[in-house]
C-alpha cells in the first residue's frame, strides 16, 4: 500500500482540511499520515478562531514520519499553511527528504476565513511554487498567484501559463466558479503542463443559501492518492474529479454546508452487492414457494430492487429476462443492473414518493388475489388506465394517482385495451417483497 502525507490545518467541524484529507485517502486505498500545522476553531458558520503549532512541532511531526521506515512516503499533500514561518519549514523539509508533492494553495475556508496571511503569499510562490509536482488553485486562488482577473476560460488558459511559468511544473485550476460555466451546467477543470488539457463534469447546484465544504481539499488528496499510485496526470486528475463529483452528490447536509462525503463511492458500490445477493434470495424464495405459479401474469412477473438514489434504469437489479412457470417449476435466468426497464420503472415511480420502498413485483389480476392481499394486511391502492394522459409515463402517473392519500403496498389496474390488469406490490427490500407474496398464495390457494 502506498504511503502519502498531509500537512495542512485541522478542521475540528470533520469536513476539510486534515479530516477530509485522511477520509479521502482512506477511501482510495493509501496509507495516510499526517503534520498538524494550525489548528482551527470552525463550523458551518465560518473560522470562529486558529492557532499554529509551534515550528518545533511542526518539524518533529515531519521528523517522525519520515524517520520510520516502515512509514515515510510515497508521495505528499500541502493544505493550509498561513503564515511565512510556517511555509519556509514545511519548503526546507519538503526539499530535504525530496517528497514530490502536490501544492493545494489554500487561502479561505468554504464557510468564511481568511486561511493564508496576507504577507505569506509571496512566500508561498517564492518557496512551494517552483518545487511543487502540480499545483491546484480554485478560480480566485489562482486569480490571487497570478495576479489576473479570471472571468472566462480563456482568462484561466493564461492565468495557467503565467503559474507555469512562475515555477510550477503543471497546474490544474478547478472549475466551478466560472459564471458561464455554471450556466451551462458544466464544471470544468484546467489542466496545464506545457500543454491545455480540459476534463469536465456536469455541475451539481446548490441551494442559493448552501456552501459545498471539503470538496477542495479532496480534490488534492485525491489526486495525492492516485498519483502515489502510478496514475500520469491526467488519469489521476480524471479519478480525482470523478471521487468528488460522487462525494458532493452524497455530501451530507450540515447547517447551510453540504460537506463533502467521501465513503460515498464505497457505500455505492457496497448497496449494489447487498442489492444484487437480495434480489437473488427474493428468487430463491419465490422458487420455494408452492404454487406462485398461480400468481404469474400472461406477460410474466418480474421482481427488482433499486440502489440508495437510484437515478435511472441501470440503477435497478431484477431477474434477466421474465420470471414465468414450466413444467419444472419456476424458470428464472439470472439477476443483473438494468435488465429490467418494466420493473425498473415501478420502483423509480414509487421511490419518488417513498425513498426507502426500492423494491417491486408484478403479479396477476383477480379479485380473489386483491381479497387475499387485503387479509394479509396489506395496504391497497388503485388507478384507472383509461383515464391516463397521453403526455405522461403510465408507472409515473399511475403510482402517483395511488399515492395521494398514502402509501400502498399494493398497487393495482383493471387493464385497458391491449393492456393487460396488473397487481404490483412494494416494499423496501426484494426479500421483504416475496414474503408478502408467499403470504398472499398462503391465503389465495
Known amino acids: 500500500m502506498k504511503r502519502v502525507m498531509t500537512i495542512g490545518g485541522s478542521d475540528c467541524s470533520g469536513g476539510a482540511g486534515i479530516q477530509a484529507d485522511i477520509k479521502t485517502f ?30 518545533e512541532l511542526l518539524e518533529a511531526q515531519i521528523g517522525s514520519i519520515m524517520s520510520d521506515k516502515g512509514i515515510a512516503v510515497d508521495y505528499a499533500k500541502t493544505g493550509m499553511l498561513y503564515s511565512s514561518a510556517m511555509i519556509e519549514v514545511v519548503a526546507k523539509h519538503l526539499k530535504k527528504h525530496k517528497i514530490t508533492f502536490v501544492l493545494d494553495p489554500v487561502m479561505k475556508a468554504g464557510s468564511g476565513g481568511i486561511l493564508l496571511a496576507d504577507n505569506a503569499l509571496g512566500t508561498l510562490i517564492e518557496l512551494l511554487l517552483p518545487i511543487c ?30 503559474i507555469h511559468k512562475m515555477g510550477a511544473s503543471a497546474v490544474i485550476i478547478k472549475g466551478g466558479h466560472l459564471e458561464h460555466e455554471i450556466a451551462a451546467g458544466k464544471a470544468t477543470d484546467l489542466i496545464y503542463d506545457g500543454e491545455f488539457e ?22 488534492s488528496a485525491a489526486l495525492t492518492a492516485e498519483l502515489a499510485k502510478g496514475k500520469n496526470l491526467r488519469d489521476a486528475a480524471l479519478s480525482a474529479k470523478k471521487f468528488v463529483y460522487d462525494a458532493i452528490a452524497g455530501g451530507e447536509e450540515v447547517s447551510n454546508l453540504i ?36 400468481l404469474i401474469p400472461e406477460v410474466g412477473t418480474n421482481i427488482g430492487m433499486a440502489i440508495e438514489g437510484a437515478e435511472s434504469e441501470l440503477d435497478v437489479a431484477a431477474v434477466d429476462g421474465r420470471i414465468v412457470p414450466t413444467k419444472e417449476g419456476i424458470h428464472a435466468i439470472g439477476v443483473d443492473f438494468g435488465v429490467s426497464s418494466h420493473v425498473a420503472r415501478m420502483i423509480l415511480a414509487m421511490m419518488k414518493h417513498d425513498k426507502y420502498r426500492r423494491s417491486a413485483i408484478n403479479i396477476k389480476y383477480s379479485a380473489e388475489i386483491i381479497e387475499a392481499c387485503k387479509q394479509a394486511g396489506l395496504l391497497i391502492s388503485s388507478f384507472e388506465r383509461e383515464k391516463e394522459p397521453t403526455d405522461v409515463k403510465t408507472m409515473d402517473w399511475g403510482v402517483r394517482e395511488a399515492s395521494k392519500d398514502f402509501i400502498p403496498d399494493v398497487i393495482f389496474d383493471l387493464g385497458a385495451v391491449g393492456k393487460e390488469p396488473m397487481v404490483r406490490i412494494f416494499g423496501n427490500t426484494t426479500v421483504e417483497v416475496a414474503g408478502k407474496v408467499k403470504r398472499i398464495v398462503g391465503i389465495f390457494v
Open 26 to 55: 482512506s477511501a482510495l486505498g493509501v496509507y495516510g499520515t499526517s503534520v498538524i500545522t494550525v489548528i482551527t476553531a470552525q463550523n458551518s458558520y465560518g473560522v470562529q478562531a486558529k492557532q499554529e503549532v509551534p515550528v
Open 133 to 162: 509536482a502540480v499545483v491546484t488553485p480554485n478560480v480566485p486562488e489562482a486569480s490571487v498567484i497570478s495576479g489576473l482577473e479570471i472571468r472566462n476560460k480563456e482568462d484561466a488558459k493564461d492565468a495557467a501559463v503565467k
Open 198 to 219: 480540459e476534463i469536465s463534469s456536469d455541475y451539481i447546484k446548490q441551494k442559493k443559501e448552501e456552501i459545498v465544504h471539503g470538496a477542495g481539499c479532496s480534490f
Open 259 to 294: 460537506v463533502v462525503n467521501q465513503v460515498h463511492g464505497l457505500r455505492k458500490d457496497a448497496d449494489r452487492y447487498f442489492v444484487l445477493e437480495n434480489v437473488k434470495d427474493a428468487v430463491k424464495m419465490l422458487k420455494n414457494t408452492p404454487n406462485f405459479k398461480n
